[in-house]
């Protein structure tokens, strides 16, 4: 085999993994049991979210991940914890946050244990990160507030960040006892282990991922819950790579 046969060959492989993506970095949050002080009621199931989707992305050896439940999901301690961990993150990488808890509608924001985490604090979590493919996985209610926060004068095109939230604004995220997660969070899994993979290309893109998990919840939940997806981002963005 000729010298350019064979670099022409490397060539084509390295330009085939252009843009999948090499590490993944999660940091998962989930909050059930809110002080007493707090200005919202206990949860059943955001602490088995947040461990649940933890332990699905261990799976996978690319993984770097951080759980971080009840009294220590503070938000001093969620920033700092996304600071250490998104900041390796080079520009082919993943990186997740996710938050399973309470939302909060007016303000557009999640409610972490010590207060609200409004959108311009999580846009600082992923300040100085490398990646291209940023996002934000929600099970909360109201979280579709979220993307209404992002729409005031986020242009940043470096730090571009997908939302993919449980619900619309005026929604509740729906939770049922006889299930060990909320329905986006059950939907989300069942997608994230292969289920929206629809090519078996072991590479979950953006766009798998939102038919996969919308259909899914609206089918739960008899048509009462719409997951929403947001952002400036591909549809082939990857979201999990089993490769």
Known sequence: MS???IFLI???LASSFKGVAQNIYLLSVGISDYPA???VNDLNLPVEDARALHELYMRNPRTKAVLLTNANARKDRIMSEAGKLFKNAQANDIVIFFFSGHGDDITGSFIAYDGFLKYDEIRKMFSG?????KMIFADACCSGGLRESSREGYVDNVNNVMLFLSSR???SSIEHEKMKNGMFTTC??????GGADKNRDKVITAQELFVSVSNGVKKLTSNRQHPVMWGN???DMPVMVWK
């Open 37 to 39: 002080s707090a200005p």
């Open 10 to 12: 490397v060539l084509l």
């Open 129 to 133: 990160c490398k990646a291209r493919n």
């Open 169 to 171: 604004t005026n929604e």
């Open 233 to 235: 981002f591909a549809d």
């Open 188 to 193: 989300l899994l069942r997608s994230l282990r």
């Open 3 to 5: 010298r350019l046969r």
